[in-house]
T-cell receptor, first 113, second 114 residues
Framework: AQSVSQHNHHVILSEAASLELGCNYSYGGTVNLFWYVQYPGQHLQLLLKYFSGDPLVKGIKGFEAEFIKSKFSFNLRKPSVQWSDTAEYFCAVNEGGYQKVTFGTGTKLQVIP | ETGVTQTPRHLVMGMTNKKSLKCEQHLGHNAMYWYKQSAKKPLELMFVYNFKEQTENNSVPSRFSPECPNSSHLFLHLHTLQPEDSALYLC?????????????FGQGTRLTVV
């Protein structure tokens, strides 16, 4: 069965620090990859997604993620975080062709002013 | 506001009670989903409906009974739940069930079973 690993469960950064959150998945075939974000008290919302093409994907609010097929990874990055980025971040994967998404356990990011 | 509305936002129920969770989407989507979000566990897909037909039941116990009367509404009927069923239940919708479709989530119903 498909699995998604987010190794960082809780990350604390100061404002302006760089961010990289890891995501690894287990499926070896065609995949669609997502990062969702949940701000405190709000709903889950899409941050960015990869389906095909350029493996470096740009999302909202300055986030980007890089799909590295050989490493089964889709890490999320941001060069300089802000206090407003404090949220929980979820990596999600589906096995191309059907919307049966497997989510990771999430990473809580706390940005200190 | 995502266009996906869940009610109630919070629910406390006893193990012998029967209650229902409601989800409504105003996005014109054809697919709707129920997810369970427990502490320190990945989001678990429970059910998928596409054009009102259930296309996925992810081995969910029968004490959870979904209903999809139309493409805009989705219910989750609950009866004789257990304390371990306490969790955040999220509804989502998407245009269809193709793999490259973005899901839009509601804010969830926080369920506590006592």
């Amino acid at each position: 069965a498909q699995s998604v690993s987010q190794h960082n469960h809780h990350v604390i950064l100061s404002e302006a620090a760089s961010l990289e959150l890891g995501c690894n998945y287990s499926y070896g075939g065609t995949v669609n990859l997502f990062w969702y974000v949940q701000y405190p008290g709000q709903h889950l919302q899409l941050l960015l997604k990869y389906f095909s093409g350029d493996p470096l994907v740009k999302g909202i609010k300055g986030f980007e993620a890089e799909f590295i097929k050989s490493k089964f990874s889709f890490n999320l990055r941001k060069p300089s975080v802000q206090w407003s980025d404090t949220a929980e971040y979820f990596c999600a994967v589906n096995e191309g062709g059907y919307q049966k998404v497997t989510f990771g356990t999430g990473t809580k990011l706390q940005v200190i002013p | 506001e995502t266009g996906v509305t869940q009610t109630p936002r919070h629910l406390v129920m006893g193990m012998t009670n029967k209650k229902s969770l409601k989800c409504e989407q105003h996005l014109g989507h054809n697919a709707m989903y129920w997810y369970k979000q427990s502490a320190k566990k990945p989001l678990e897909l429970m059910f998928v409906y596409n054009f009102k037909e259930q296309t996925e039941n992810n081995s969910v116990p029968s004490r959870f009974s979904p209903e999809c009367p139309n493409s805009s509404h989705l219910f989750l009927h609950l009866h004789t739940l257990q304390p371990e069923d306490s969790a955040l239940y999220l509804c989502a919708s998407s245009q269809d069930t193709a793999g490259d479709t973005e899901a839009f989530f509601g804010q969830g119903t926080r369920l506590t079973v006592v």
